[in-house]
């Protein structure tokens, strides 16, 4: 029997959990802005040959198997070969990111609402915890309820929990077709509240998004199906190559909106990028600044001069929570704070997988 | 299926814990006499029996949280039970611990249209969801066969699915978020109770969905609510070869289209259905799918024309199209019945429950099919063939100890085949206290250290549903791998009937 060629990087962690040595877990850094300030020795794992590649690819099964430092691009690249596709749209931020980033913070792009997110993509992942053991969890079958869905719960975990080596997901077919449509809306409960009813009615949506006037809808699926919607939905059918970039920029975040929220950041006008995950229903956000719209109401990007207790107050009354995305200074918890037992299951569970606290230590949550 | 050792001492205390149970929940609410104990002896998994020392059915959360508290500080197990549909034992009870059914906890106590998702109690039944909300043109999409009886609580449990969450997804795809109390009886809330879709830190939500009543004791789900598709269309294809249907799923799920609905059933299964509810199934066929589309008229033409193709390509001798929702639901109705429709051709049948990688069906088929030869006896197939998972029912008579004895072999070789080809012991009735010699198999030492260590983190005690889900590392070292070879599986403790 050969040996796992991950035990080899697994007797590296046992070496650093014997020395308390603390580890930065990065991939291709790209998402290295998002969460707690990152503390500990970087690990580039893409330097790392063991973590990276496919493992098992079958277009037929609809499952990939890669190794957790595969960036993304061309993990997409060879599935988009195949007509495939992960449906959750993960980001690329400067076109890099890593299937392990991915997992760790998981970030989806537009799609999210419609075909799901990180979590109901992904199948089962190989783990290497705090003490160096070489844990599988899931599998790569659709259906696998078999132990704990302990590798779900590493979805969101910011890598706190191990170091992700490698990962399965199911796969959707790219649809046969897509068409976007523009509706001229100024105000944003009116983007709202069409999105909401497009869903409502069984459209077969895959990303809607409103921002500055502008409601924008895509439809996925058989072309005579999307005609037939476009009749019923109105509006005005995009020129296929914008709608492209424009879902492309809304997905990597090179959008205009995106675009503005990063100069004003830079130019130190003490404004702070807010993502908030609140009940699609909820109505419009009053805060000044600027606000983008995505999955059917359920994503609110907010450019905001506020206060972070303000923002968190107007996510809590909403229903949600509030992530503060992006900022000059991170003078608060990035993430909603866990409370009460949610919190001790929480600090129990990091305790147990990394009783050392060698992975990525305070990234989740300021210790 | 041998249980940890039951505490005498503790069932010497049944009578005072009776009565603090009853300070708790008063009236009928508490079962203790064991006459009355009887139907919460078993689960569906109804060859193993256990009285409990008491029931509990509680009717306000209250009530379940101080129920639980007094548990805990006094050292009693709990057992959850919703409906009792389980097919692995999860909610069989245990002689020193108490049942805390939720079948009180019965209404939906709030539905968002607008926001497509309703807050239900855990004992609504999975298809009173969607008698709730069909009226406004909405229904819950996981659709186990057992519907009509199980509840959403177990759904939950289980992470249940059914024959249309190949488009739809699982219990896990389709709740948002869930509110309960933990072993102490302190509350918890998972996931978003408000439906927004995304919560910071590690995916606790996903972790709960599936955990088997081992971590918490829900009683309030989130559910995602699906607009009714306007049309849905079912063809019922021929296969005169096992593996031809199996190259069939394979070639349909290369495609660009993902079926609403892709399950394949024996020649035998097909014929005892039949014989049961007259749906018109084709029985000269050594297999049949039933592949369905769904969505708008256009949608619906353009997919059955394509998957048809497919079919006809793969070599099906006959397809059938369902012409109305009457048409639609005869074909599905033998699908939904092939459990019942095997209890009247045997006495007793072992329900297999493996997930394989669907490219091996057929792979699979011819071996139950030399394994039947084997093991002398006849096993029915009927699989969610469109995502690998396979129901082989193995068919015997529970008064004979030798049947038994080879119907467990038999299941057992079925089980180590699937994890070989890299599937799963059990694809949606969770492992309870049937699977556990194959949890064995499936992982490893380390990987089920892990697991009793997510157990503690939220049970530091064991007291929710121990000795379920999960095996004591003893018992795999005690079995090794052998408990799936030859089938000498460990003399069963508990009572068979």
Known sequence: MSLDPLLNLAERVRAAAAEGHALELVGMASKRFYGETPRGTPWVLTREPELRGLRAYEPAERVVTVGAATPLAELEALLAQHGQQLACEPPRFGGEGTVGGLIATGLAGPARAYAGGVRDSLLGLTLIDGQGQLLKFGGTVMKNVAGFDAARLMVGAMGTLGLIAEASFKLSPLPAATLSLRYDLPQQEDGLYAMQQAALQGFPLSASAWWNGQLLLRLSGAPEALQAAARRLGGDALPPELATAFWAGLRHQTDEFFVGAVRALQAGSGISVWRLSLPATAPELVAPGEQLVEWGGAQRWLVTPLKPAAVRELAERAGGQATLYAALDKNCPVFTPAEGVQRQIRQRLKARFDPRNIFNPGRLSPD | MKMPAPDDALIARKAEIVRALRRIVPGEGVVSEPAALVPFESDGLSAYRQQPLAVVLPETTAQVSEVLRWCQANGVKVVPRGAGTSLSGGALPLADGVVVGLSKFNRVLEVDYANRCAVVQPGVTNLAITGAVEAQGFYYAPDPSSQIACTIGGNVAENAGGVHCLK??????????????????????????????????????????????????????????????????????????????????????????????????????????????????????????????????????????????????????????????????????????????????????????????????????????????????????????????????????????????????????????????????????????????????????????????????????????????????????????????????????????
């Open chain 2, 168 to 497: 739809y997804g699982l219990t896990l795809h389709n709740v948002l978020g869930l509110r309960g109390y933990t072993v102490a009886g302190e509350p918890i809330e998972l996931g978003s109770m408000s439906g927004a879709l995304d919560c910071a830190g590690p995916d606790l939500l996903a972790l709960a969905i599936g955990s088997e009543g081992l971590l918490c004791i829900v009683t309030e789900v989130l559910v995602r609510l699906t607009p009714k598709p306007e049309l849905a269309r079912c063809l019922l294809a021929s296969f005169a070869d096992v593996a031809q249907a199996g190259a069939a799923v394979a070639a349909l799920m290369a495609g660009a289209i993902t079926p609403a609905g892709l399950e394949l059933m024996d020649g035998p299964m097909t014929i005892a259905v039949e014989d049961f509810v007259h749906a018109g199934y084709d029985l000269s066929a050594a297999a049949i799918l039933l592949c369905e589309a769904d969505g708008s008229p256009e949608t619906v033409d353009a997919e059955i024309a394509a998957m048809r193709q497919t079919l006809q390509a793969c070599g099906a001798t006959r397809i059938d199209e369902s012409r109305d929702e009457a048409e639609r639901l005869r074909f599905w109705s033998g699908r939904k019945n092939a459990f019942p429709a095997s209890g009247r051709v045997s006495p007793d049948y072992l329900c297999m429950d493996a997930s394989i990688p669907r490219a091996r069906l057929a792979e699979m088929l011819n071996a139950i099919s030399a394994l039947q030869q084997r093991w002398h006896l006849r096993c029915f197939n009927v699989f969610h063939a469109g995502d690998g998972n396979l129901h082989p029912l193995i068919l015997f008579d529970a008064k004979d100890p030798d049947q038994i004895r080879r119907a467990e072999g038999f299941g057992a070789e079925i089980l180590e085949r699937a994890v070989a080809m890299g599937g799963s012991i059990t694809g949606e009735h969770g492992v309870g206290i049937e699977k556990l010699g194959g949890m064995c198999v499936q992982f490893s030492r380390a990987e089920l250290e892990a697991f009793h260590a997510i157990k503690s983190c939220w049970d530091a005690e064991g007291r929710l549903n121990p000795g379920k889900a999960i095996p004591q590392l003893q018992r795999c070292a005690e079995g090794g791998q052998l408990w799936v070879r030859g089938g000498q599986l460990p003399h069963p403790g508990i009572e068979r009937f």
